[in-house]
């Protein structure tokens, strides 16, 4: 069953075409990667799925065609967007980033439940909970990204270079917190400039090249495609 259905998409920024009618299925309860170099459409795919930008073709969340759905109107069907560079807001704490995450829901108690469960599972957001989210480190801001996005109660995630910016360790940590949100339900659609984390960790994959699709499948056979591996993993 799909989650997210995208045929065809086009994003185009003026007379440079960033996207070129690309098409691809992520299946409800997997992780979806799109990998490629710098430029590929990676990012344009995502804001064009989530709204954030104008687009050509057909996108369909679950059996929901989202053409002219508003960005907003697409979180309240259950789609979640963490952009690349987190998004956060640096000037509000920890805490009132997280309430933003729930603007959509009217549950109070619910949301005081998720609040808790993020806190949990993150422990590091609970020792800053009232510090300004701008003094966290690189590593807390982007686990507060997520922990935000997923204070609305999203079906579907999307996730932006997760890694940018992070120290090796705390790669291991965000893609460890990526995998048990994905265990408990949650469809992930996953950009990552490092192809060699984002096929370990992905159920399937596509390759993006200059805003087209040059290889699609299981993550472990495109791992182990020697085309793939030596123009993307430097092997």
Known sequence: MSALLVE???VSYGDIHAVK????????GEIFTLIGANGAGKTSTLRAISGLLPHGG???LADRNLRGVSAEAIVSLGMAHVPEGRGIFGNLTVQENLKLGAWIRRDKKAVAEDLERMLTALP???ERLTQPAGTLSGGEQQMLAVARALMSRPQTLLLDEPSMGLAPKLVKEIYNVVREINQTGVTILLVEQNAN???R??????VLETGTI???GDSAELLADPRVREAYLGA
């Open 214 to 216: 040059r290889f699609a």
């Open 58 to 60: 057909s996108v369909r």
């Open 8 to 10: 065809n998409l086009t």
């Open 21 to 28: 009618g690309i098409s691809f299925e992520v299946r409800k």
């Open 124 to 126: 590091r957001l609970r």
């Open 201 to 206: 960790l992905a159920h399937r994959a596509a």
């Open 197 to 199: 984390i984002a096929l």
